[in-house]
């Protein structure tokens, strides 16, 4: 498995379990913590994107949750930052 392939399994999974403990309300697979990060990040979808991720796009990823999980309420630039921190931190990047 190379690099890639890692950061493909293991991000969306750490996107999921971020999520499960933001909100154990919000059923997340893998696919659908692929899906935000592609709205996030676009072709841009990258290890290093994800670690020099902006204000702007942590903002973005918020959204992205809001609209796809049809939430009531909008999460936080933070609480975007923290899931896609967590991971980061369980890839290993």
Excluded: H
């Excluded at 994800?50 to 933070?78: N, R």
Aim: contains cysteine.
């Amino acid at each position: 498995m190379d690099d890639d392939d890692y950061f493909y399994d293991s991000v969306p999974d750490g996107i999921s379990n971020a999520i499960y403990e933001f909100d154990d309300d919000i059923e997340c697979c893998n696919q659908d913590s692929y899906e935000l990060l592609l709205k996030t990040f676009d072709d841009k979808l990258c290890g290093d994107a994800l670690k020099s991720a902006t204000d702007e796009e942590y903002a973005k990823f918020a959204q992205a949750m809001k609209d796809y999980f049809e939430l009531s309420y909008l999460p936080t630039g933070e609480d975007a930052k923290k899931i896609i921190r967590q991971a980061l931190n369980q890839w290993g990047g």
